[in-house]
């Protein structure tokens, strides 16, 4: 089997620019396998918890984790770093790491809850919308459809009337307009069974 151009020269770019060559994963020795490559330490729900919960309360670790709900990191930004690290140390599968999540989440609010400070969920959810007062905004929304009555008088008169076709000119002033589907119709009395009678 012969090797293309596009082949070769794809395979020049890759090891340029640093990128690993598609396959090579493929090619490391099976006798020294990725940690998230082999059976994961743990398979209980329960048990992994406990480790976490044994890993996060380290002082130091405790501190740190602390420190960035401090500095505004979401809840779920943290417990999914500590989630994916305990994955790449090949201590949980990613189905377990999916239901650790929530028991991570809970072991950081409370952490935070006992350090007496206040957290968030997600990164950027203080970020509230501005609120404005009442008036400021009826003034607001008058300026913009001011605006906007400008701009509608700005169009019509760049409209030049020599482009329109005297076709299309007759046939709009022949042109008859039915009444509309949501206009009110008037009642004409029924003769039916099912009408008013008196």
Do not use: C, H
Request: glycine share 6%; net charge negative; hydrophobic share 35%.
């Amino acid at each position: 089997m012969a090797i293309s151009e596009k082949a070769v020269e794809f395979l020049g770019n890759s090891l340029a620019t640093g990128r690993p060559v598609p396959g090579q994963s493929l090619t490391n020795s099976p006798e020294q396998p990725y940690k998230w490559e082999q059976p994961p330490e743990f398979v209980n729900a329960k048990e992994a918890s406990l480790y976490i919960f044994e890993t996060i309360t380290v002082p130091e670790t405790t501190s740190n984790l602390l420190l960035s709900v401090i500095n505004g990191v979401g809840v779920v930004d943290l417990a999914s770093i500590i989630l994916y690290s305990g994955f790449l140390e090949g201590k949980w599968n990613p189905d377990l790491m999916t239901l650790l999540m929530e028991p991570t989440m809970y072991m950081i609010m409370a952490l935070s809850e006992k350090a007496e400070i206040d957290y968030m969920l997600e990164s950027g959810d203080a970020e509230q919308p501005k609120e404005m007062s009442p008036d400021k905004e009826i003034n607001m929304l008058k300026g913009g459809i001011s605006e906007l009555d400008n701009m509608k008088k700005k169009a019509a008169q760049q409209i030049n009337e020599r482009v329109i076709p005297q076709e299309v000119k007759e046939m709009i002033e022949t042109t008859e307009i039915s009444p509309s589907l949501l206009e009110k119709v008037k009642s004409t009395p029924s003769s039916s069974l099912l009408g008013k009678g008196e």
